[in-house]
């Protein structure tokens, strides 16, 4: 069993940044797929990007070239580098983790979950 507690949320100007991080606890960060979604108020919540745990990464086209999600083995954490945010990128973000080999981009394949951390992307 692992648990995820994400941080790095936070009010941010269209064009900024900000990174999140995911620390894991229980058991390593690389035993699983983490993933990123996010749900914005009224939405479903969706796939934001992955990482397996070979190393191999995975971002929606919507963030694609502005996200970036890494890991660091030794903290034990998986962050979301995240560039020229937008307004629409406004949600709360939530990481998740699947014991499973393979990259799924559906809420309900994830088997654990941190509590979100909250980004709003306006000026």
């Known amino acids: 069993q692992v648990q995820l507690v994400e941080s790095g949320g936070g009010l941010v100007q269209p064009g900024g940044s900000l990174r999140l991080s995911c620390a894991a606890s229980?058991?390593?960060?690389?035993?699983?797929?983490v993933g990123w979604f996010r749900q914005a108020p009224g939405k479903e919540r969706e796939f934001v990007a992955a990482?397996?745990?070979?190393?191999?990464?995975t971002h929606v086209d919507s963030v694609k070239g502005r996200f970036i999600i890494s890991r660091d083995n030794v903290k034990n954490t998986v962050y979301l580098q995240m560039n020229s945010l937008k307004p629409e990128d406004t949600a709360v973000y939530y990481c998740?983790?699947?014991?499973?080999?393979?990259?799924?981009?559906?809420?309900?394949?994830?088997?654990?979950w941190g509590q979100g951390t909250q980004v709003t992307v306006s000026s």
């Open positions: 990482i397996s745990r070979g190393g191999d990464v």
């Open positions: 998740a983790a699947d014991s499973s080999r393979l990259i799924a981009r559906t809420p309900g394949d994830y088997d654990y």
């Open positions: 229980g058991r390593t960060a690389d035993s699983y797929v």
